[in-house]
C-alpha cells in the first residue's frame, strides 16, 4: 500500500514558480512511476507529467513542456513537479498519482493518489 502526501502549492502571481512534493510511504515506492495531474473547477483531470521508477525517464503533456519539471528523490520517497513560468491557466488543484504504467495518461488506471494541492496564479 502506497500513501501520497502533497505540499508546496499556494498562490503565485504570473511568471511566478513554484515546487510541488508529493512524499509517499511504502517499501516500493523507488520502483514505481509516479505522475502529477491537475484538475481545474469544473475540468477533467489533465494529466502533466510522468517519471519512471528509477527517475530516469520523465514525459510532458504539450501545455507543460518547457515549463514543468518532474523529478523524483526515492532516498526521501518523493517526488517533485517544479513549476516555472505560471499562467492564470495553470489554477488547478494539483495532484500526485502512482499505480499505473509508466506515462498513462487516463487517471483511472492510476491505483494511488494524494489529497491534492490548490495552485493560484493571479494574473
Known amino acids: 500500500q502506497v500513501q501520497l502526501v502533497e505540499s508546496g502549492g499556494g498562490l503565485v502571481q504570473t511568471g511566478g514558480s513554484l515546487r510541488l512534493s508529493c512524499a509517499a510511504s511504502?517499501?516500493?515506492?523507488?520502483?514505481?512511476?509516479m505522475a502529477w495531474f491537475r484538475q481545474a473547477l469544473g475540468k477533467e483531470r489533465e494529466f502533466l507529467a510522468a517519471v519512471s521508477g528509477s527517475g530516469q525517464l520523465t514525459y510532458y503533456t504539450d501545455s507543460v513542456k518547457g515549463r514543468f519539471t518532474i523529478s523524483r528523490d526515492n532516498a526521501k520517497n518523493t517526488v517533485y513537479l517544479q513549476m516555472d513560468g505560471l499562467k492564470p491557466d495553470d489554477t488547478a488543484v494539483y495532484y500526485c498519482a502512482g499505480g499505473a504504467s509508466y506515462g498513462s495518461k487516463n487517471p483511472t488506471t492510476y491505483t494511488y493518489w494524494g489529497q491534492g494541492t490548490q495552485v493560484t496564479v493571479s494574473s
Open positions: 511504502g517499501r516500493t515506492f523507488s520502483s514505481k512511476s
